[in-house]
């Protein structure tokens, strides 16, 4: 079972009390974008095996939005934050390297 | 190749069993080959074997992480039908259905297939109306399907309960010539046709790496060294963003799992496959007795290959109010399988940003039924290096067009 924390109420959330918002940190295209950023932004994604950021919504809690770095091949958690944030804080980002030496940063 | 028959059973019943054959090599690579298919699962033996008996080819390495068929080939529910409201999909699951009814004696090889019937539960009004619109949908692509009420569906299955307090059974989509074939025995017998052809199935070699230059791929990097090739195709399901990304493009999907789990074998007492969308639970019998289920995949990105309790206990939880006899039934096994899931839901049979290299994937949670048309599509497209008429809507460039093959909207769920 899947446990993450939310940042927003600091309840240890179980898997059925959340719902999952898929890739984290996309960089958003609209009017005026190129059709290959329009695309990639709708429909391309890193989907790697390993080190995720992804979206979470504690749905059956508060209601909030929050980001969860996790690895896809382990389910392991590294850590949440708030989703107001274009990128994993440093101290996430340091957990995973001390966790997973190999990694390559976030693409 | 010796062939299999009713006279080769009793000619080792004479000498006993000492004369079987393996039935397919396991040869080392050679330097070089004109295709290689990644993957060794249903899809990717089938492109093989298409390639060799449609066009010719048979210089051809299949190569395998694991062992042949252990991916999802070996983990799906055996489902096999071809209801589907948009035509491209028709079209494909249609082709690939006909092609299992003569599979075994093409193959010569008994992949077991097993026409039953295939039920698909109309538990809502919302589902009524749209299966009836696929049966007409059917009817104008060839697809044999028809619309029957609840007292013809309790007839058929009369071990279902059509009252239930939540999800009364309001009348069924019925395929009769759907129904389910051995999954593994499908993988089996693609593999030891191609071997018979002089293909090579590499199995416990990964690819590492894909080499390409200015455009064009001129070999993979494996676990066996470099292997040069002229065409390469990228059958892997769960794996595909991993192998495109050596590749160097990236794809519209994402891999989740999917769950099934069997029961404790009892006597016969279902001889259809009943689907019920609405509450995401699909069973059928297999030959040894055990109820065969599925249910929904796991909502989030995963690679693990298990999947989560719950999901596993909605869909038993919902099976039980439709099935009451089976509240008793132990479950012996569970396990999952990684799918990837586009963007429509909808499968990729695509040219790649490389010349002479092609992917196949997508197939989502209903990939097992596709098996010989996917194949018969995806050889096609290898050999030509122009997507036929099976294939041409399913490239990959109908994202950035707008041109879907919306089943996650037809469907309404997993298929």
Same mark, same amino acid.
């Given at each position: 079972m899947l446990i993450l924390e939310c940042p927003c109420c600091g309840v240890k959330a179980e898997e059925t009390e959340l719902s999952p918002g898929h890739e984290a940190h996309l960089k958003r295209f609209g009017p005026g974008s190129s059709d290959e950023e329009f695309e990639s932004y709708m429909f391309a994604r890193?989907?790697?095996? *390993?080190v995720h950021f992804e979206r979470w919504r504690h749905s059956y809690g508060c209601g909030k939005w929050f980001l969860a770095a996790r690895c896809t091949a382990t389910l392991e958690v590294f850590g949440t934050y708030p989703a107001q944030t274009s990128e994993p804080p440093p101290d996430i980002v340091a957990r995973i390297k001390a966790r997973r030496p190999e990694w390559e940063g976030c693409k | 190749m010796k062939r299999y028959s009713v006279f080769a059973i009793a000619r080792e019943a004479m000498r006993h069993h000492t004369g079987w054959e393996r039935a397919w090599a396991s040869p080392e690579p050679r330097p070089s080959y004109d295709v290689i298919v990644i993957g060794a699962g249903g899809h990717g033996l089938a492109t093989a074997y298409y390639l060799g008996k449609n066009f010719g080819i048979t210089n051809v390495a299949v190569i395998e992480k694991g062992w042949l068929g252990g991916g999802n080939t070996g983990r799906n529910t055996t489902i096999i039908r071809s209801?589907?409201?948009q035509d491209p999909s028709a079209a494909i699951y249609e082709k690939a259905r006909s092609l299992y009814e003569t599979l075994s004696q093409d193959l010569n090889y008994n992949v077991m297939f097993s026409p039953r019937g295939l039920l698909m539960l109309a538990q809502t009004h919302h589902e009524v109306r749209g299966y009836m619109r696929t049966v007409h949908a059917n009817l104008l692509q060839g697809v044999e399907t028809e619309w029957i009420g609840p007292d013809q569906v309790k007839r058929l299955v009369p071990i279902m309960n059509i009252h239930g307090p939540r999800y009364p059974v309001l009348g069924a989509l019925l395929q009769k010539r759907g129904g389910t074939a051995r999954h593994d025995a499908v993988a089996w017998g693609y593999a030891r046709a191609c071997s018979a052809m002089g293909m090579h199935i590499i199995q416990q070699c990964e690819v590492t790496g894909v080499r390409a230059e200015g455009g064009v791929v001129s070999g993979v990097e494996t676990t066996k060294g470099f292997i040069g090739t002229k065409k390469l195709a990228i059958v892997v399901a769960g794996h595909s963003g991993q192998v495109a990304e050596m590749a160097g493009f990236r794809l519209p999907v994402e891999a989740v799992a999917l769950q099934a789990l069997v029961s404790e074998p009892v006597k016969p007492c279902i001889d259809v496959v009943v689907m019920a969308n609405t509450v995401h639970g699909y069973m059928s019998q297999s030959d040894k007795g055990e109820l065969v289920i599925g249910g929904g995949t796991d909502s989030f990105n995963n690679f693990t290959q298990r999947g989560s309790f719950h999901h596993i206990e909605e869909t038993l939880r919902a099976l039980v109010e439709t099935f009451p006899i089976i509240s008793r039934l132990k479950m012996l096994r569970q396990w999952g399988g990684i799918v990837d899931m586009t963007g429509d839901r909808s499968p990729i049979i695509s040219k790649t940003p490389l010349g002479n290299c092609f992917i196949n994937c997508g197939? *989502?949670? *209903?990939g097992f039924k596709a098996i010989p048309g996917s194949g018969w599509a995806m050889a096609e497209l290898v050999a030509k290096g122009e997507p036929g008429p099976l294939a041409a809507e399913f490239g990959m460039d109908r994202f950035r067009a707008g041109r879907f093959i919306d089943e996650s909207v037809a469907a309404g769920v997993a298929h």
């Open positions: 890193k989907n790697p095996k *390993g | 209801n589907y409201l197939w *989502g949670t *209903g």
